[in-house]
């Protein structure tokens, strides 16, 4: 990715776990991007060199803090790329400490993909918070983000009358990190997986703010997005490098979100998570006066294109006009509608 800027984007990395210590590396390796801060709330980390922190073999000279309001009054920056949280309620007082701070926010948060579905209130506060101090906050990631709402609104951008959207995610999960593996419930027994489900923790999130942000963006506004939410459960004993699966237990799960129109179902989206998956993939396919009809073979590598999506988000977030947008550049404010949600537990 190239910028037409004469300076390097500064940026602090706020939360340098899992996911956001890779952004943060890959983030290193881009010539226009210079690192200049990093926030933290692991102790073992706090105080520390950020390039002891990612394991880089030498020090950077940005130390790691735990209090980012101290960072964001010390140091100059002109975006944070925060991958702290999911949910929109959960990470508010950092979004907005950070937009009071005149900084602009590229998250990873699922919520943040649609966030007027679940929690309008907060986000019409934060994009008035956005606004009235010049900034842009984006949210963006793979699946949320891309995969299953961008691209498509964009693949239909080559179609019209648009009358059903429909896209399946197979992910092998033995492939992927050990908390994706947590989170569809690989390992447990049927009986624990119903007992999860419901919890912040379980499952896919980000899934119904998928289907919104399609409805959304081909023109076929819903009145109710429901979601449903099953075990995949094994028939013969699987395993990968976290965990082992007998025979009746869980090996992943099957969520699929729903949107409907006049009692109509306009959009499907569904996710197939489990450990052992066969023939992994994403396909999606676009009822309208032309069809499209799209399979990605072996599917997009989850943790690795979300680090480059928020890397890349960064200079065109730089470049829009202030306020709260979701991942195709929209502005909340300009998506008015509300329509019912069940979670579907």
Same mark, same amino acid.
């Given at each position: 990715m190239s910028?037409?800027? @004469?300076?390097?984007?500064?940026? $602090?990395?706020? !939360?340098?776990?899992a996911i956001g210590s890779e952004v943060a590396r890959f983030g290193l390796t881009r010539p226009w991007l210079e690192a200049v801060g990093a926030v933290d709330t692991d102790p073992a980390k706090i105080g520390h060199d950020l390039g002891e922190v990612l394991n880089l073999g030498q020090k950077l000279g940005?130390?790691? @803090?735990?209090?980012?309001?101290?960072?964001?009054?010390?140091?100059?920056?002109?975006v944070v790329v925060l991958t702290t949280g999911s949910f929109l309620p959960a990470i508010y007082d950092q979004l907005?400490?950070?937009?009071?701070?005149?900084?602009? $926010?590229?998250? =990873?948060?699922?919520?943040?993909?649609? &966030?007027?579905l679940q929690s309008a209130k907060l986000a019409e506060q934060l994009d008035g918070?956005?606004?009235?101090?010049? $900034?842009?906050?984006?949210?963006?990631?793979?699946?949320?983000?891309?995969?299953?709402?961008?691209?498509?609104?964009?693949?239909?951008?080559? @179609?019209?009358?648009? @009358?059903?959207?429909? =896209?399946?995610? $197979?992910? #092998?999960?033995?492939?992927?990190?050990?908390?994706?593996?947590?989170?569809?419930?690989?390992?447990? =027994?049927?009986?624990?997986?119903?007992?999860?489900?419901?919890?912040?923790i379980f499952g896919h999130v980000g899934l119904m703010e998928s289907a919104a942000l399609v409805a959304d963006g081909v023109g076929m506004i819903p009145d109710r997005i429901a979601?449903?939410?099953? &075990?995949?459960?094994?028939e013969t004993s699987v395993e990968s490098e976290h965990v082992k699966v007998k025979p009746g237990e869980v090996s992943g799960m099957r969520q699929i979100?729903?949107?409907?129109? #006049? !009692?109509?179902?306009?959009?499907?989206?569904?996710?197939?998570?489990?450990? !052992?998956?066969l023939e992994p993939k994403d396909q999606i396919l676009i009822k309208g006066m032309t069809d499209i009809d799209v399979t990605i073979k072996d599917g997009i590598a989850g943790d690795q294109a979300t680090v480059a999506i928020l890397i890349?988000?960064?200079?065109?977030?730089?470049?829009?006009? &202030? !306020?709260?947008?979701?991942?195709?550049?929209?502005?909340?404010?300009e998506? &008015?509608?509300?329509?019912?949600?069940?979670l579907g537990y």
């Open positions: 910028t037409n800027r @004469s300076e390097k984007i500064k940026v $602090i990395f706020y !939360g340098v776990g940005v130390e790691v @803090s735990g209090d980012p309001a101290v960072l964001f009054k010390r140091v100059k920056a002109d907005e400490m950070a937009a009071r701070a005149g900084l602009n $926010i590229v998250t =990873s948060a699922e919520e943040l993909a649609f &966030p007027t918070l956005a606004k009235d101090n010049g $900034i842009t906050i984006k949210g963006t990631g793979i699946n949320p983000g891309f995969v299953m709402d961008s691209l498509i609104v964009y693949l239909a951008t080559a @179609s019209a009358d648009v @009358s059903h959207v429909w =896209s399946r995610r $197979i992910v #092998d999960c033995s492939r992927r990190r050990k908390q994706l593996q947590q989170t569809v419930g690989a390992g447990l =027994s049927v009986d624990q997986f119903k007992a999860a489900l419901g919890k912040k979601q449903s939410v099953e &075990p995949v459960v094994a979100a729903r949107c409907f129109r #006049d !009692g109509r179902e306009c959009v499907s989206l569904e996710v197939l998570f489990y450990v !052992g998956a890349n988000a960064i200079a065109p977030t730089l470049a829009a006009k &202030p !306020g709260l947008l979701v991942p195709t550049g929209k502005s909340i404010s998506i &008015p509608w509300r329509c019912s949600v069940d």
